[in-house]
């Protein structure tokens, strides 16, 4: 392993010296005797170290992927001062205001970056896709490349949009791809790259991306272009058993299945949640020459190739390529790359500290001097959301809430006061004045006192989830309690919720959870008592028909636009989830070639309704979720309703079809959970739960009932007019209601056999 200058004034003379070498360096006309390739670059607009450039071909089969990488290794040689300070930084640092590059300007800016109309040498890969856009072959070589076009993401974008624009085509035929390859990786379980039900950002390595601004169509091209080549790189690899620094990401032992893990993603609307809940259930992603596999993207091999200019590991890799394609010894033995991974972590670790550090500091001094301003409420009344946030959050950690109490109360009559602002302050605050009038503000929307909770339950280390014990689970009305473990004991309300709609009941049981925590009055599950309660629990405001169904104004799913290719199911049911609505139901008819779809969403006392119709049942569905979010998008944005008459069946069923029709099974049929082998050790309450949002089933309902030694849980399920119930009982609570709902899923399989029977 090379040695890198270690203390400040060693790093200044390097750097001092690498400015020298760098400028220096020519590119020698050996290089353009390789064979030269086609691309464009897309970059952010002020992106000035630009290492990728991807152009894509249509094959009979497929199509060919080309992701053009600069040639770095060219230029830095191994043990040269330019090596040296490489290793020094590891990467380069993006901060808020400018960068510090890994490699001089001249390089990392000029002689090197792939800038529009400029000959450079770069390390080709081209990988073979087919029509599903799964790889079946990759090659690598040396190249150069002259670009013909340097794109920002919103210029690209902009191509893609209009025919007659030069490059449209390419970037068109890129975009659809980029898609598929999306698609492709979304089938095969991946969560990292991906967007949540909010619409925050989950990177490759299944952390959340805090960045904000819009987010452009061209960036999903660069992001599937790069995961497709740093996956065939990594196959490429290991098909040759040759050491590289591969990038491993595990999952800890105490993650649920990633069946679950994708739910979560699409059913949590906090970005503070998700990542808690995230950073609980991953390891950080490492280097490692010994191949393990990469959870968050679900691949069995990955390593970092796309940017040799700004990250040494990709460095390290693209030499070690040059080696193999050279038949040369390789650069680095064993022991090396393991010394320079932990180097490279080490580094990277200490790096993140201290920037997070001087960030930290910086802003509790900012925030804490505007809790000592004199016009502080005006001050705060200015800052967004997310900044206030960040106030509460200090002024609870210093206990100092008294400045912002005006502000607070002021976002709460303005309903804008952030649901972790709300958690903090009812939960750690310990301002009895801010927690009372937090709860009125619950008491007109208890949804939100679910939210609060489960951000709670989700942020203290030593809460766990809530569970819900209903005295009633068959019919209105519903009287339910909230339980949650605090430190392992789990604690609940004396008297319980009571709704006519058991989501309300819930609700209202989270809220009553709630301000039993503030007044201390919460009880042992022993203590519960069953009381006479009135028919409404909580008052309720005088609203109009839209207040009844209010919807955040800026809900992504409400403001996004529409555009074909766009996975309309999926949206429709990530924004039914995050908001409390019924799973949308579909029903099917057939006519000749052509099925129709009929799609329902019920909220509250609305209900919205469209079809589709074309010759594939699935495009069908698709049109129908479609239509309906157009439908909400009018009604939340303009007030504007339409109806839609229901369609009717050009031809009667007998009695007998209709049963089987209308049976949980004959609406389910050929779904997976249906037909998987069950075995003790999976997760069945997760499965469980999975099912019936998939096919928009009320969720399973939990009942316990006994105490220790024996606790006994009683599962039930109402799907389609049918229930289903299990009973199981164990000494531990948690495991009873495991196999409750195990018992439920293998009742829910035997119908499903039974009525594929009959209908055979």
Known sequence: MATSPKSPKALSKAWAEALSEAEALTLPDVLWQRPQVQGVTIDGPTSRDLDDAIYLEATPTGAIASVHIADVAELVAIGSTLDKVALARTQTRYLRHGNIPMLPPALSEDRLSLLEGQPRPTLTVQVALNHQAEIQSTDIFESWLVSAKRFSYEQADRVCQRPAQPFHE????????????????????????????????????????????????????????MILANRAVAHWFAQRDTLALYRNHTARDIAPEREQI?????????????????????????????????FALNLTAYCHFTSPIRRLADLLNHRIIKALIHAQPHPYRKVELE???????????????QTKEFYKQRDQQKYQKQLDGKAATATFAALSNKEFSRIVKHAVKENNCEPIQAAVIQRLEQDQLSVQSQYLLLIHSGELALQRRILAALQLRPEDATSVLVMATAQEPDWESPDYVEADPDKPPFVIWVEVALAGQSVTTRAPAQSDRKQSARHIA????????????????????????PAVDVPQPAVTESAEISAPADHPTLNQSLEDGQNFVGLLQELSQSLGWAMPAYQFTEA??????????????????????????????????????????RWFQHGERVEVEEPVSPTAASPQEQAIQTTPAAVA??????????KDGQNFIGFLQQLCQTLSWELPAYEFSGETPEFICTCSVWADGQRFKGRAISSQKKKAKYFAAKVVLLNLQQDFKDNSIQKG
């Open 669 to 678: 049929i050929a779904h997976p959970l249906l037909v998987k082998e069950l």
């Open 339 to 353: 010394q320079l991974c932990t180097y490279i972590a080490t580094t990277n670790q200490q790096e993140e500290a």
């Open 262 to 294: 994708m739910q979560a993603l699409l059913t949590t609307g906090s970005m503070e949640l998700i990542r808690q809940k995230l950073q609980n259930w991953m390891n950080k992603a490492e280097y490692n020459p010994t191949l393990i596999g990469h």
């Open 510 to 533: 989270c809220l009553r959870w709630l301000e039993a925590f503030v007044a201390d009055e919460l009880v042992m599950p022993a203590q519960r008592q069953l009381t006479e309660l």
């Open 170 to 225: 390419l970037l068109q035929r890129c975009q659809d791809w980029a898609k598929r390859l999306n698609q492709e990786r979304r089938n095969q379980g991946a969560i990292g790259g991906q967007f949540n039900a909010s619409g925050f950002w989950v990177n490759e390595d299944g952390a959340v991306d805090s960045t904000e601004g819009k987010r452009f169509h061209a960036q999903l091209i660069i992001q599937e272009f």
């Open 592 to 633: 000749g070639t052509d099925f129709t779809c009929m799609c329902t969403v019920l909220i509250q006392e609305l209900s919205f309704r469209a079809i589709g119709t074309t010759t594939q049942k699935k495009k069908a569905k698709q049109v129908a979720a479609k239509e309906i979010l157009i439908q909400l998008q």
